[in-house]
């Protein structure tokens, strides 16, 4: 039993701790940008307000690990050649996956795409969506990978100290979906389900991979990255007149059946890779 009230006061102080350093820089930076938490958030801001508390992460989880005898091999992170083969297998599945599902739903009639091949290069130049595309990439290898060796890694490492593996992958799913409400409010919580869902989905890679995050870092890059580069080229809608079980909400993914279908297969396929299938 002591083992529970110690577990969250570790929890309770990374977390305040690493917030607390953030808000420092967050407060007026959210001022300036006239931020309210816990509405949806313009993604200008989301991403300025994400970039400073994304990188304060690694310094926080480095004094944690010192005060707890822990190392970043315990969260799931290694430098090896074996790990990067691993993340870029994550990301292409992930990449794979969003592709194929956004082939069957446009067949299917769930969704249309109003900006055609040609309208998208007519917009830009070659050299400019280049860049874009560059710049989403290391967009979703930074988010990914800060965001699983937090929740993925450090959380669910301190959970397991204490709690079940299930169950501390329930507990710390929550807590990732809940945290996003910060930057999308009531509208997030359509979201809420298919959040946990990921998240569950991301440990369950993580076990899958021998307790190492490379492979949930690239699933979870390859997802960011994915629908960064669906809604800035593509733009689907849903079709009005299908049920948004089936179409999603607008520029709302893990809304609809399909994507936890997806989220659900792509587990599924990890694992069969794991045992060398």
């Given at each position: 039993?002591?083992?529970?009230p110690?577990?969250f006061?570790?929890?309770a102080?990374?977390?305040?701790?690493?917030?607390?350093?953030?808000?420092?820089?967050?407060?007026?930076?959210?001022?300036?940008?006239?931020?309210?938490p816990?509405?949806?958030?313009?993604?200008?801001?989301?991403?300025?307000?994400?970039?400073?508390?994304?990188?304060?992460?690694?310094?926080?989880?480095?004094?944690?690990?010192?005060?707890?005898?822990?190392?970043?091999?315990d969260?799931?992170?290694?430098?090896?050649?074996?790990?990067a083969?691993?993340?870029?297998?994550?990301w292409?599945?992930?990449?794979?996956?969003?592709?194929?599902?956004?082939?069957?739903?446009?067949?299917?009639?769930?969704?249309t795409?109003?900006?055609?091949?040609?309208?998208v290069?007519?917009?830009?130049?070659?050299?400019?969506?280049?860049?874009?595309?560059?710049?989403?990439?290391?967009?979703?290898?930074?988010?990914?990978?800060?965001e699983?060796?937090?929740?993925?890694?450090?959380?669910?490492?301190?959970?397991?100290?204490?709690?079940?593996p299930?169950?501390?992958?329930?507990?710390?799913?929550?807590?990732?979906?809940?945290a996003?409400?910060?930057?999308e409010?009531?509208?997030?919580?359509?979201?809420?389900?298919?959040?946990?869902?990921?998240?569950?989905?991301?440990?369950?890679?993580r076990?899958?991979?021998?307790?190492?995050i490379?492979?949930?870092?690239?699933?979870?890059?390859?997802?960011?990255?994915?629908?960064?580069?669906?809604?800035?080229?593509?733009q689907?809608?849903?079709v009005?007149?299908?049920?948004?079980?089936?179409?999603?909400?607008?520029?709302?993914?893990?809304?609809?059946?399909?994507?936890?279908?997806?989220?659900?297969?792509?587990?599924g396929?990890?694992?069969?890779?794991?045992?060398?299938v």
């Amino acid at each position: 039993m002591e083992l529970l009230p110690h577990t969250f006061k570790v929890i309770a102080i990374f977390s305040l701790g690493w917030l607390g350093v953030w808000s420092v820089v967050a407060i007026p930076l959210g001022q300036k940008l006239g931020w309210r938490p816990f509405r949806a958030t313009p993604p200008e801001q989301k991403l300025a307000l994400l970039m400073p508390l994304y990188a304060i992460a690694p310094i926080a989880i480095t004094i944690a690990n010192r005060q707890l005898g822990q190392t970043w091999a315990d969260q799931g992170l290694s430098g090896t050649v074996d790990s990067a083969i691993e993340l870029l297998l994550g990301w292409s599945i992930a990449i794979a996956g969003l592709s194929a599902l956004l082939w069957l739903k446009r067949r299917c009639g769930l969704i249309t795409l109003p900006l055609s091949d040609a309208n998208v290069s007519l917009r830009a130049s070659f050299t400019t969506q280049l860049l874009t595309g560059l710049g989403l990439l290391l967009l979703g290898l930074g988010i990914g990978g800060i965001e699983e060796l937090v929740f993925r890694g450090w959380l669910q490492t301190q959970l397991e100290l204490t709690f079940l593996p299930w169950v501390a992958a329930i507990t710390a799913s929550v807590i990732f979906a809940l945290a996003h409400l910060v930057w999308e409010g009531r509208s997030g919580l359509w979201k809420q389900p298919g959040l946990w869902l990921l998240g569950m989905v991301l440990v369950s890679a993580r076990w899958a991979d021998g307790g190492a995050i490379a492979i949930a870092w690239g699933l979870h890059a390859g997802w960011v990255t994915g629908l960064a580069y669906i809604g800035e080229f593509l733009q689907p809608l849903p079709v009005a007149d299908k049920p948004t079980w089936l179409t999603g909400r607008v520029a709302q993914p893990l809304t609809d059946i399909g994507d936890g279908i997806l989220l659900v297969v792509t587990a599924g396929l990890i694992w069969w890779l794991s045992k060398g299938v």
